[in-house]
Nanobody
Framework: VQLQASGGGVVQAGESLRLSCAAS????????VGWFRQAPGKEREFVAA????????YYSNSVKGRFTMSRDNAKNTVYLQLNSLKPEDTAVYYC???????????????????WGQGTQVTVSS
């Protein structure tokens, strides 16, 4: 599966963005999808993930209550709604997919086989 992330931009603190991750090559049904981010000088970290069944969505503590992940199976696209953005949310955001990712590994980037190219989110104070 090929993934194309988009929707990043430059916003002020408190504003919102919606990131998209469009898939091609196969359906995302039955595939776990995760969002990760990497800030300058830092390691890539887990942000959010949706399980293979789509029935469970998980968030890192740093974004819980502000970010919302959703799927549109008809468009074969996954979204990440970013609200109440903070300067510390500044990073390149990546989407990833894996058909064999189990729930306990959703936060483990090594469990994902397919990655998008990343989209830059910059939040100014």
């Amino acid at each position: 599966v090929q993934l194309q992330a988009s929707g990043g931009g430059v916003v002020q603190a408190g504003e919102s963005l919606r990131l998209s991750c469009a898939a091609s090559g196969r359906t995302l049904r039955g595939v776990a999808v995760g969002w990760f981010r990497q800030a300058p000088g830092k390691e890539r970290e887990f942000v959010a993930a949706s399980s293979r069944t789509g029935g469970g969505t998980y968030y890192s503590n740093s974004v819980k209550g502000r970010f919302t992940m959703s799927r549109d199976n008809a468009k074969n696209t996954v979204y990440l709604q970013l609200n109440s953005l903070k300067p510390e949310d500044t990073a390149v955001y990546y989407c990833a997919a894996g058909a064999s990712v189990i729930t306990s590994s959703l936060g483990n980037q090594d469990a994902y086989a397919n990655w998008g190219q990343g989209t830059q989110v910059t939040v100014s104070s």
